[in-house]
């Protein structure tokens, strides 16, 4: 019996070091959006100047003009919270902002007088439906969104939107070929020049690093070049000032022979990490007596990994006297043995922020595969007649 093994390690050490792609706001195939709007006076709806409007957990804000109008540049693709304060003045914050790339959010923010401190009055901000400003037929898919869906990579999201094909991992946009979508990670273009294909083969991107996935299918601006069927326009997440991870685990190995009838011997971990960098900047450099860049430079890190023997496990069609040699490494001491189909992924993005309109980004991944191949000619071996 011949066991037909591919091992694929991308060893996608991608250190496409964005570091020259210097993301100031409004530069091609930007992957930041724009908060505007005006701050007013809730009793006489009068503008109100020079109130301090900034996004919270960032360093990213504005003050008003003698409209009361705002605008704050460069604001990373998620969900905000936006707090808008004055002497004299309650605080208030707007929270559900949503920001996509290169889209304008239009906020208003009231403020009430006051003469004593009193807390922040907290205003939920209703999504819209229908963005006004957008010309494009474009159609955004969330982080909050992509959590509520049954799926784990790029190609799985692709796969639930309307006007797109996936055939051997290739996506066709309204009946385009495959060589006339542009794909852009993090504003990089990720366009294969010789196949056309996309970011699930040159990046293998999970579901668990991606804070928004845009696919534009007509009307896009002159800033897209090399399209002529569609864009699919993909940004990862970056940490925050603040540090929060997640963690998740999934199997469909439930315990007993009864239950386990139609398990695959699936498991799934999910692993995220994200927030400002302590270590560095403020431990090693002070240390040595140099100054750090304090609370610029923020990480976040990601890993997920799939084991399964898929619906025809191998070794339920070999002899006891030859079965399926498995690989087997070490992790954390303990012996982790491969199973038909393996694969999984691994990367670092730091983020450092030179100023609100220009940021430097390093992105560092590596991903592996290895599988079993299978053939139905095994169902034909000595053990199984």
């Known amino acids: 019996m011949s066991n037909a093994r591919r091992i694929s390690t991308v060893g996608l050490a991608s250190l496409f070091l964005i570091l020259c792609s210097m993301l100031v706001a409004g530069s091609a195939f930007a992957q930041t ?8 006076n809730n009793n006489t709806k009068e503008p109100i100047i020079g109130a301090a409007v900034r ?25 905000h919270s936006v707090r808008a304060q004055l002497v004299g003045h309650t605080p208030v914050v707007m929270s559900n902002v949503v920001v996509r790339p290169n889209q304008t959010t239009s906020i208003n923010l009231e403020l ?10 907290e205003v939920v901000r209703e999504r819209e439906l229908i963005q006004m400003d957008e010309a494009t037929t474009k159609r955004d898919v969330s982080a909050e969104k992509i959590k509520t869906l049954p799926v784990t990579n790029v190609s799985d999201i692709l796969k639930t939107q309307v006007g797109i094909t996936v055939r051997q991992d290739r996506f066709y946009i309204r009946g385009g070929r495959a060589e006339e979508v542009l794909y852009t990670v993090d504003g990089v273009s990720m366009k294969d020049p010789l196949g056309g294909r996309g970011p699930t083969e040159s990046l293998n991107l999970s579901g668990t690093e991606i804070e928004n996935v845009s696919v534009i299918k007509g009307g896009w601006s002159a800033e897209y070049g090399e399209a002529t069927s569609g864009i699919i326009n993909v940004s990862t997440k970056s940490g925050s000032q603040r540090t929060q991870g997640h963690i998740e685990y999934f199997t469909d190995n439930l315990g007993t022979e009864s239950l386990n009838k139609y398990s695959f011997n699936y498991n799934r971990l999910e692993f995220t990490l994200g927030g400002p960098e302590l270590l560095f900047s403020k431990q090693l450099l002070p240390a040595l007596g140099l100054g750090g860049p304090s609370d610029k430079l ?27 040699q498995f690989r087997e490494m070490k ?41 079993m191949g299978w053939s139905w000619a095994y169902r034909y071996t000595p053990n199984t007649l």
């Open 33 to 40: 959006g724009k908060i505007a709007g005006t701050v007013i």
């Open 298 to 324: 923020t990480y976040f890190i990601n890993a997920d990994f799939d084991r399964s023997d898929s619906y025809t496990p191998i070794n339920d069609y070999t002899t006891p006297v030859e079965p399926a």
């Open 112 to 121: 009430e007088e006051s003469t004593i401190e009193l807390d922040a009055i």
């Open 55 to 79: 996004v919270e957990g960032t360093t990213m804000g504005a003050l008003t003009d003698i409209d009361g109008k705002f605008q704050i540049l460069a604001v990373p693709p998620g969900e």
């Open 331 to 371: 992790f954390l001491g303990f012996k982790v043995r491969d199973r038909q189909e393996n694969s999984g992924n691994l990367g670092l993005k730091l983020t450092y922020r030179v100023n609100p309109d220009i940021r430097l980004t390093g992105i560092l991944k590596r991903s592996y595969e290895r599988r």
